[in-house]
């Protein structure tokens, strides 16, 4: 199971720290990430973390404001966004199963998803 929380209202040019709860994973194995969807947009892939290659990888539009990290001891992951913009209006959803392949975000199956918690940003 996967819960979110953390998401609200900001200003542009504000910052919000997402956090994920991760149960019912091999959590130190598994690749785990962000997705997020926009209203009347597809769903996006924001980051994903692969324990398997240490690496964490960043959607263009987000490298140097948000980091991604990873609490093993808590089952938990963050999202630590800067510099919101409007355009990162979206509803962030935390995603196990992820992968990046070839500049682009995907996800194993039907992925391992969370019900996702809202950011608005305010211009």
């Known amino acids: 199971q996967l819960v979110e929380s953390g998401g609200g209202l900001v200003q542009t040019g504000g910052s919000l720290r997402l956090s994920c709860a991760a149960s019912?994973?091999?959590?130190?194995?598994?690749?785990i990430g962000w997705y997020r969807q926009a209203p009347g947009k597809e769903r996006e892939g924001v980051v994903c973390s692969i324990s398997s290659d240490g690496n964490t990888y960043y959607a263009d539009d987000v490298k140097g404001r948000f980091t991604f990290s990873r609490d093993k001891a808590k089952s938990m992951v963050y999202l630590q966004m800067n510099s919101l913009k409007p355009e990162d209006t979206a509803d962030y959803i935390c995603v196990a199963d992820c992968y990046y392949l070839i500049d682009s975000f995907g996800y194993y199956g039907e992925g391992y998803w969370g019900k996702g918690t809202r950011v608005t940003v305010s211009s």
């Open positions: 019912g994973l091999n959590f130190e194995q598994d690749a």
